[in-house]
């Protein structure tokens, strides 16, 4: 166990809270209810200015009154009276706290101080808090719960940790008519103290919870949040809905708990390098999360179809095919065993149809029995098990044909005894989810709820929820995460760094650069700098025609669009009209005559690119995707936070939008991908053994033959 | 009104049912009681062998013994006793009917027969009908309802019609729980007779449907779909989910109905241009289609969030960015109108939060009255409206200090009027979406629903039905259809394809098909066909170095591939060169040597396709996209049925993927759209001007400057 203290705030055996009182209408007093109805066996004091008892327990008029020191102390008032008696709780030598209070960073200049002090009082007393601004927690192991909401019921193996207090609070009818439970959940406010990462890294480690969803809008420790997620997810799945992307949704992201939002292309890297499945909607946050928690690991992306009706069972098929899974037709032996089961010319070779046929044993047991031990699949979708719930729809017409019998009657005559359909899944060791229309009045809704088969009302999200479990199936699959093989810094790269600074320059001449990069193995197009047309000349032949002519400086960044580039050059005529021309050219700007880079023509159509990124809030990134003049046009890169070893730069590279310009296709050669892998891993640990470098700007990265070559090169150094 | 058969068809006055019993658990039963049960004000006969009475209503052993002629017979009896029942109805001069049977088309060979024989015999009697193998129809004007379950409560302004029954008859409680209303539903199985166009068009006439939801397995008569979509989508919208575009979903799909599923790109296109909002779910197809039915038109797509909460605003928020509408940060003005009326450090500058304040009428309606009458926005997502169910969910916490009080005189005393509320859309002619966590157990949101505002289970659903008016919008706003400039056939174009047949071609070469595109005005690349060196010496002199030389013969389709196209040819020992190459690489295949083609060498990095394909199910159809070698590794081509005017290419050519391609970047100007969408229209009259043409692919189309010429064009013929 690498982490302990968030597991004490989230077992304590004794609790105070500040804020509640006997009005069932202040927020205070309905967290305080939550402790003491939802099965928290451990002692609970409330601090109270002026009451006696609250909610019929002793009320103190300060935390220095208490017979005893609780493990945690909890906080609604408002937050101009908050210090003073967080502070009383820090000098009685309590160690948690859950901060409710709103006010603070969120909101405004007054705020941030406010939230500076509390930190710091917090931290002279040893403090470790949640929130501020946040909705509390919940342990179903202890029975805790300090939201505002009653959360009863079995607990489930989910966690959910979010920076939105919504979904721990005002979703708990919404998961109960879903039948989806959790086991553990924190609100996480403003994060002055406890963070999303320190979260993650309990429950991680949790034993009873089995996959974790989170809520995020800002990751402030992206490090710290790549290597804990990194060592959970080859064991435990993790889905992410990231809000924050948009410019408005950054708004209210900022407002709503201080946080700055980032962008959407860096977090979407940063969830793939981690292993983390990312969701777009809540709906997806939970019902993936749950499917994820409760059914046994899927071991390949083969899925059978049971269905009593065509259309649901093709939108599943479309879903799943779309989601990169298959739905294989089964072998002739297989139908053979299904066809007898099922209506003389329903359709058996996968989806299975039973058509309207209403034989619910056969369609929720025997066939799914059937198909799972075929070998031929590796999960179930099911659409269509259904018997109270149609029966109660369809009572108000059948009623007159029953004389005497009660909807109610009816309906308890149709109850089964479904634990051999339940328990499906588990039987077979294979996952399964189920398609409704029927909610919880159905009972096979119901029991597989309540079994932990997770069930949907729509036939594409049972379809999304198997496609999340193949997407978990491929993480746990990925290499396992290695460093990037250990590199040490070269003379060259030291000298050029050494002497750019000397003269104070902002970033390295193109020559200079692939230097630099050269002296690390990265591929680079062989080239001359020269300083006269006599040295042009001779630099061409030996290079040998055709030849690119261009301008050198550091101080010239765009060359190309200032026409100081010269392509395919093929003879000595031509090299001395461009390097005239280049002089000319620069001659007009103002500027001295400058060096003259003269290199081989890279030939190959496959225009990549390859850089490193600064952001103030992820650092470095490693950037790969379509270059050359078509890189903002198809605008194809996909990121990686810095370093990134061969095997990360792999996949990487692999998830590009259009991941066939690496394959071999019109004659050329699938791309090296080796050799792109090394030549990414490479420029990815660039800015660790050189910190000067803050960005790196290989464009266009040329396939030639099937080897790229940087045969331009950009090097801004850092402030 | 140009369709009557099938209104005539959805308003019977009087029906008679051959299947139904008095046994309950029979099918037959189960239509026949909602046709009784749910309001059908007409007569209703029942034909059985042996009862006397059926459901209280006297039964016929034969349609010969009914005392008058049904306007409309229904069948529920096995597949091999209809005939002679249904030419029965035929003979006494019954002129609709409804087909419930199955095995049919979709049951293999035997059933093939008797759906001919059935139809058939229908022609002979001059009766229209729906299915075979459907579910019935639902017109709730004269409260019809021929389907499986009840369906009652008020009717709703939505039309479905539907490729599978479950649509129509399993989702009855699922909607009625989300408060979505039909109006009318057509499931239409097998499509014999009357197929999804007749009733599509039924639909677009009927002035109490206001929005239709189309669940599509397959369109037979593509052409027709587009003729009467295309006048319907200007003034009422049509959603459709589209399922079979994967191998299994087709699969699925044709043991379904019998309907052979088809390419997806294709419909994608043909909805496009129908002006059809495609959804991929059925919850959207519901949801969405819900919307547009009870909305009030938008007008931009600025949208106002109003929330109670930051996860769910910032969701909305990323969800609307996303999916093409703004979220305006609001005026200074419209601010300070707000800011009183919330916390004193709530967000008011769009997202409005309340954070969780409660006080719902400012919520639901002081802040959408200011907002919607600010001229800022023109639509309103709302989250958080909620009362009695929030109050259900915490009353076992809050019961203890409301002593007596039960649960059900809490939520009582919560009731309010919420009538301002329920009306703000309509009041202010602007349209809003609601999210809720909370159900119909909560008072604003069974009211929202049961006063046409539509209320989605997550926030992410509530903006995509928003962006889904916006979409809806712009189909509006688009120019009127106007079918293509008139274009007569060229004596050049006819000349080629003559004698091309006479010779028995299957293709034309090049040159020729150049020639013929040039005749219509298509830029094509200026180019002369030589057959000896000392013409093709000749040929690019007078064109100018550089030039391109290919081999020119209808019998060699992929010239570059082998090794028979030289580009970029500077000077006259190159051509000699190129020109002797070609002619021994042809006579080492053993061919005759080739006529040569001598071209410009077209300047331009940007390389287009543009092209007719055909395909069985949809005829020729217009292809436009990335072109050159990145054809297939970039996969982004766009499609339409022909022909296409110059405004609807337009509008083809700038839903690609990556449209900014056609944009100025990197020095290049904007692509002329004016030549593009002549090009294009032009090239989608061929196949009806010149039958006999099957395929034309021009790619690459190079933008030379500003301007796309066709460096290369192949024509097939067809047979």
């Given at each position: 166990m690498t982490q302990s203290f968030f597991r004490e705030l989230m077992n304590p055996r004794s609790i105070a809270i500040v804020g509640a009182s006997n009005n069932p209408s202040k927020m205070g007093t309905m967290h305080a209810l939550s402790i003491l109805k939802d099965g928290f066996a451990g002692k609970f004091f409330a601090i109270h200015p002026t009451e006696s008892k609250v909610l019929g327990h002793p009320a103190y008029k300060s935390p220095l009154d208490l017979p005893e020191t609780p493990d945690l102390a909890m906080f609604v008032l408002p937050s101009k009276h908050l210090l003073p008696v967080f502070e009383a709780f820090g000098q009685i030598g309590t160690r948690y706290a859950i901060v409710i209070t709103a006010g603070f960073k969120e909101a405004g200049a007054d705020g941030v101080r406010l939230e500076e002090q509390l930190k710091e009082t917090a931290k002279r007393y040893g403090i470790r808090f949640v929130g501020p601004n946040c909705m509390g927690i919940v342990n179903r192991d202890i029975g805790l719960n300090t939201s505002v909401s009653p959360i009863t019921g079995r607990p489930g193996p989910l966690g959910l940790i979010s920076q939105s207090g919504t979904y721990v609070a005002q979703t708990v009818d919404y998961l109960q008519k879903r039948g989806i439970r959790l086991g553990k959940a924190v609100s996480l406010g403003n994060e002055a103290d406890i963070n999303i990462v320190d979260v993650l890294e309990y429950m991680g480690e949790d034993p009873g919870t089995t996959a974790i969803s989170m809520y995020i809008e800002s990751i402030r420790d992206v490090g710290r949040f790549l290597e804990v997620a990194r060592k959970i997810t080859p064991h435990k799945p993790i889905v992410v809905q990231y809000i924050g992307g948009s410019e408005a949704g950054g708004r209210a992201g900022l407002s709503h708990t201080g946080a700055m939002a980032g962008k959407d292309y860096l977090y979407d890297g940063l969830f793939r390098q981690a292993g983390v499945i990312r969701v777009f909607s809540v709906e997806g946050l939970y019902g993936q999360g749950w499917a994820l928690a409760t059914q046994p690991r899927i071991q390949g992306n083969r899925i059978a179809i049971i269905t009593n009706s065509g259309g649901p069972g093709s939108a599943i098929a479309d879903t799943l095919d779309a989601l990169g899974c298959t739905v294989p037709a089964f072998s002739e032996e297989l139908q053979a065993k299904i066809k007898p089961l099922i209506p003389p010319h329903a359709p058996c070779g996968n989806p299975v149809d039973m058509t309207f046929a209403l034989d619910m044993k056969i369609m929720t047991e025997t066939i799914p029995d059937l198909v799972m031990n075929s070998g031929e699949?590796?999960?179930?979708?099911?659409?269509?098990?259904?018997?109270?719930?149609?029966?109660?729809?369809?009572?108000?017409?059948?009623?007159?044909?029953?004389?005497?019998?009660?909807?109610?009657?009816?309906?308890?005559?149709?109850?089964?005894?479904?634990?051999?359909?339940?328990?499906?899944?588990?039987?077979?060791?294979?996952?399964?989810?189920?398609?409704?229309?029927?909610?919880?009045?159905?009972?096979?809704?119901?029991?597989?709820?309540?079994?932990?088969?997770?069930?949907?009302?729509?036939?594409?999200?049972?379809?999304?929820?198997?496609?999340?479990?193949?997407?978990?199936?491929?993480?746990?699959?990925?290499?396992?995460?290695?460093?990037?093989?250990?590199?040490?810094?070269?003379?060259?790269?030291?000298?050029?760094?050494?002497?750019?600074?000397?003269?104070?320059?902002?970033?390295l001449d193109e020559f200079s650069a692939k230097q630099l990069l050269g002296s690390y193995g990265i591929p680079v197009s062989r080239e001359r700098l020269v300083h006269s047309p006599a040295e042009a000349l001779d630099a061409a032949v030996a290079i040998g025609f055709p030849v690119v002519v261009k301008a050198c400086?550091?101080?010239?960044?765009?060359?190309?669009?200032?026409?100081?580039?010269?392509?395919?050059?093929?003879?000595?005529?031509?090299?001395?009209?461009?390097?005239?021309?280049?002089?000319?050219?620069?001659?007009r700007q103002g500027r001295q005559p400058v060096a003259v880079l003269i290199g081989e023509m890279t030939a190959g159509?496959?225009?990549?690119?390859?850089?490193?990124?600064?952001?103030?809030?992820?650092?470095?990134?490693?950037?790969?995707?379509?270059?050359?003049?078509?890189?903002?046009?198809?605008?194809?890169?996909?990121?990686?936070?810095?370093?990134?070893?061969?095997s990360e730069a792999g996949a990487m590279v692999r998830e590009i939008k259009h991941p066939k310009l690496l394959s071999a296709f019109r004659g050329m050669p699938e791309v090296n991908m080796g050799s792109l892998s090394k030549i990414l891993s490479t420029l990815s640990l660039m800015p660790l053994l050189h910190p000067e470098i803050r960005e790196i700007d290989m464009n266009p990265l040329i396939v030639s033959g099937a080897e790229p070559v940087a045969v331009d090169a950009l090097i801004v150094i850092g402030t």
């Open positions: 699949v590796d999960g179930v979708v099911m659409h269509g098990a259904m018997s109270t719930g149609f029966m109660s729809a369809v009572y108000s017409h059948l009623s007159d044909l029953m004389p005497g019998v009660t909807c109610e009657e009816m309906l308890k005559g149709m109850i089964r005894d479904v634990t051999g359909s339940v328990q499906i899944p588990f039987k077979n060791n294979m996952p399964m989810t189920v398609s409704a229309f029927f909610d919880r009045c159905d009972q096979y809704t119901a029991e597989y709820e309540d079994n932990n088969v997770p069930v949907f009302d729509s036939p594409e999200k049972a379809a999304r929820a198997m496609a999340a479990m193949v997407a978990y199936q491929r993480i746990q699959n990925r290499a396992a995460y290695e460093l990037p093989a250990d590199l040490q810094s070269t003379e060259t790269a030291c000298r050029i760094l050494k002497e750019a600074k000397k003269r104070g320059q902002k970033a400086d550091p101080e010239i960044l765009h060359k190309t669009e200032q026409g100081l580039v010269y392509l395919n050059i093929r003879n000595s005529d031509e090299v001395l009209g461009a390097y005239d021309a280049i002089q000319q050219s620069v001659q159509t496959r225009e990549f690119l390859a850089g490193i990124t600064w952001d103030d809030q992820f650092g470095h990134c490693l950037a790969f995707g379509v270059g050359g003049i078509f890189t903002e046009a198809i605008n194809d890169i996909r990121y990686r936070v810095v370093p990134v070893s061969e």
